[in-house]
């Protein structure tokens, strides 16, 4: 609605909500307001529309289906390209028997209760997520789910300084630059002074500079295993240098390649997190994801979220409730551990339904197809002039090479070409633009590898 000196331009005939102009007024008098523009006086005046909008006329509701298709149809949607990027979100395979059972009114239409009790499906659903995690991730306890793995990563940043009293954490700079930007808002709320580490030639974590900087105001050190750039990070060495000092070690992880590499309880670490999204969850233009969060038993009262458990009834019967609630709603607000309103319940069932489809062997097998895929791709790309591996670190699904020419002009190309070729990490770090993250998941067909290959041999002269 255009806004101008004179009020909103507000047409009598056609309202978009329900109010009379005699209801309007009663409200701005309420309120104590001259008129519904004085809402918007803090507004810059070069800001505002001084003009009403050139709409189209209204339409049927046919109609207007029809025009939301025509638009859609101008998205070049992931369905349509051969995708080779990663960086948190990854084209893999969802199995029909995911849409069957998420679409069942039950569940799709089903809010996440306040009083859960009363919902022993989505309770159960919610139990049978945790159990599953904590069995990937070989941790104690995992919550009930959070919003993404970056606002999971930010909230252990209260929970570490709740557990130690202490006042700094530190991250490293391998972490994927989203997530370290989330870290940074939710620390500045808390005053939290965050600190970041360097990275190697090889594109890990520099233990010498963790050694530096880490002391006993030291509440956590978080790091992302593999790391942005696909690499494994030497986890246990970390930990040790975090546990001597008294700091919590905080992982993030990936799930999918847990299937061939050591779950985060294996090395120690204090709190694990990972983004859920390689799960069975679409990309859907980034999200909604689900953010996976775990934790030793002893730091469980400490733990953002909820978790639902399983009982028996005076009858002897089972039955699900909710154990533990930290949401500042349900208890005393100086108690609260965190804010978190909700968990992602339909994301949480879809990553259930798919850990159940898998099973142990499965996840396995697809960490194994990711992992040769991706090596595939990486000897064939370093033999091409002009490419080369910025790292001889090992890695599991994603590389990063150096690229001829700015990666973003690759990009651009690549997706006229049909191909999605990798995230351009200039958009993160101008110091990148030549640097061009890259990976192959199981849906990627020897023949796509090929052509990916021949794509990128344009550009090598």
Partial sequence: MPISSNGPNINKEMKFTPHTPEDIERILQKIGVKDVAALFNSIPEELKIKHPLHLPPPLSEPETITELKK???????????????GGGAYDHYIPPVIDAIISRPEFYTAYTPYQAEVSQGTLQVIYEFQSLICRLFDMEVANASMYDC????????????????????????????????????????????IQTLPYTANLTTDLNALEAVIDNDTAAVLIQHPNFFGYLEPVKDIAQTAHKNNALFVCAVDPITLGIINPPGA?????????????????????????????????????????AART????????????????????????????????????????????AWAGREGIKEIAKLCCAKTHYLADAINRIPNFTSLSNRKFVREFVVKTPVPAREIVKSGI??????????????????????????????????????????????
């Fill in 150 to 193: 970056a606002s999971a990563l930010a909230e252990t940043v209260h929970m570490a300084r709740d557990i130690t009293s202490r006042h700094k954490v530190i991250i490293s700079g391998t972490v994927n630059p989203r997530y370290r930007e989330v870290v940074a808002t939710y620390a500045t709320g808390l005053n939290v002074p």
């Fill in 71 to 85: 638009l859609a149809a101008k998205n070049l949607g992931i369905d349509r390209l051969v995708c080779f990027a």
């Fill in 312 to 355: 028996t009834d005076v009858t002897g019967k089972t039955g699900y409730v909710l154990a533990l609630q930290t949401r500042e709603q349900h208890i005393r607000r100086e108690r609260a551990t965190s804010n978190i309103c909700t968990n992602q319940a339909l994301c949480a069932l879809i990553a259930t339904v798919f850990l």
């Fill in 267 to 307: 090395y120690n670490a204090d709190i694990a997190v990972a983004e859920g999204q390689s799960l069975g969850i679409p990309l859907s233009f980034g999200g909604p994801y689900l953010g996976i969060f775990t934790t030793q038993r002893k730091y469980i009262r400490h733990m953002p979220g909820r978790i």
């Fill in 416 to 461: 006229e070409y049909g191909i999605l070729p990798g995230v351009d990490l200039g958009i993160f770090n101008p110091e990148w633009e030549n640097w061009l993250l890259i990976t192959a998941t199981e849906k990627r067909t020897r023949a796509e590898l090929d052509h990916f290959v021949n794509f990128l041999k344009t550009f090598s002269h």
